[in-house]
């Protein structure tokens, strides 16, 4: 832990300021490899966590979506798979139709050695083969279902702040053995002049490669992937960058590698990169509004008939908090997009988006 910040201060004291997207992928390769970080005992709580309707409902898309397909071979394939809460439970729900255990192969895209562990602990009992790899291009070619909750949020991203010179990108450096943010002197030329002094812009360049690497894959393969997180529909400007510890907001320099740091995510970018590449977008919907779509208020009903009054008070808190609307709301604040083949004209709770857009 100490080490990160130490070496992080020296490279800066040798090299000069880092970009923010090289201090936020330093710092989450070692926050990442580090722990465990969610749950209560951690720093935050995803949707798969707080309740199995979320995989659940997931894994009955997946269904559906894998029916229309015409039940291909086909490879299942998770981006952060976290602790693999999301698909124990979908694969539980994915057990109705029995031919599709025989279809499919599940795909763990996961750069942490420590999360590995943990996802395969939580997936021996199903009996389902599974590989991991360290890049979506790592997996095989073939059709694919791809799911990913809370993974581009945690990816790097640049930052470039609106100066009177033009756009000029943020920088981690260190002025008296802290860390601060700081300026490169010299624009962005590809980025033009800004409208307005302050603005800040993000550029998700990680993201919209591997959307981009992903999009190709089911362009030319077929399949269709799922994408829900904590994000906006752009163009927007703004300062998205944030550190959570212990659940609680922090200074994205104070503890380098030992917070939780995220951008929101630009799911425009993340349409736009999928649509290069000659793949449908569908959606995007708030979380809120996909889970009732699917009907995530029948589940929690059919669930409580099997369950004590304490459990049934613990489905109704779920249920609340996975589709809370308001600006603090999970069900507002999570959008949920989808990309797929052509081919695919439709799929469930999300409606297909023009292609102008
Ligand atoms: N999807 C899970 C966990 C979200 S946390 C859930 O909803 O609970 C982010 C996950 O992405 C972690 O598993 C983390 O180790 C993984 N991760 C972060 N950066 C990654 C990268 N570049 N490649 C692959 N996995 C990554």
Not at 62 to 69: F, I, K, Q, T, Y
Not at 204 to 228: E, F, K, W, Y
Not at 288 to 307: C, H, M
Request: some cysteine; glycine content about 10%; charged content about 20%.
């Amino acid at each position: 832990m100490k080490a990160l910040k130490a070496a992080l201060r020296e490279t800066i004291a040798l090299e000069g300021p880092i970009s923010v997207e090289h201090y936020m992928s330093l710092c989450l390769r070692h926050y990442y490899a580090t722990r465990d970080p969610l749950g209560a005992a951690g720093d935050f709580t995803t949707a798969p966590e707080i309740s199995q309707m979320f995989g659940e409902l997931i894994g009955l898309w997946m269904l559906e979506v894998w029916n229309g397909m015409g039940r291909p071979t086909c490879r299942l394939v998770e981006l952060g798979p976290g602790r693999g809460t999301l698909m124990v439970d979908l694969l539980r729900a994915a057990r109705l139709l029995p031919d599709f255990k025989e279809a499919a192969t599940v795909h763990l895209v996961e750069t942490s050695p420590s999360l590995r562990q943990r996802q395969q602990a939580a997936l021996a009992p199903s009996g389902f083969e599974v590989e991991w790899h360290d890049r979506i291009e790592d997996v095989p070619a073939g059709p694919m279902l791809l799911v990913a909750n809370e993974f581009f949020d945690a990816l790097p991203v640049r930052q470039f702040l609106a100066t009177e010179r033009g756009w000029c990108e943020r920088l981690v450096g260190i002025d008296s053995e802290r860390l601060i943010f700081g300026l490169r002197p010299e624009p962005e030329p590809a980025l033009g002049k800004p409208l307005r002094l302050h603005d800040v812009l993000e550029w998700p360049a990680t993201s919209v490669d591997i959307m981009g690497t992903l999009a190709g894959r089911l362009a030319q393969d077929g399949g269709a992937a799922l994408i829900l997180d904590y994000g906006y529909w752009g163009p927007a400007f703004g300062d998205t960058l944030q550190a959570l510890k212990n659940h609680h907001p922090v200074d994205p320099l104070e503890e380098p590698g030992e917070a939780d740091l995220t951008a929101h995510v630009d799911f425009h970018r993340l349409a736009q990169a999928a649509a290069a590449q000659g793949t449908r977008a569908h959606g995007i919907v708030t979380q809120g509004d996909f889970l009732q779509a699917l009907g995530i208020e029948a589940r929690a009903k059919a669930l409580k008939t099997r369950a004590t009054v304490a459990q049934a008070a613990d489905i109704d808190g779920a249920l609340a908090r996975l589709t809370e609307r308001g600006p603090t709301g999970m069900g507002e604040l999570f959008k949920v997009l989808a990309v797929t083949h052509k081919a695919i004209q439709a799929v469930p709770g999300l409606p297909a988006l023009p292609s102008s857009s």
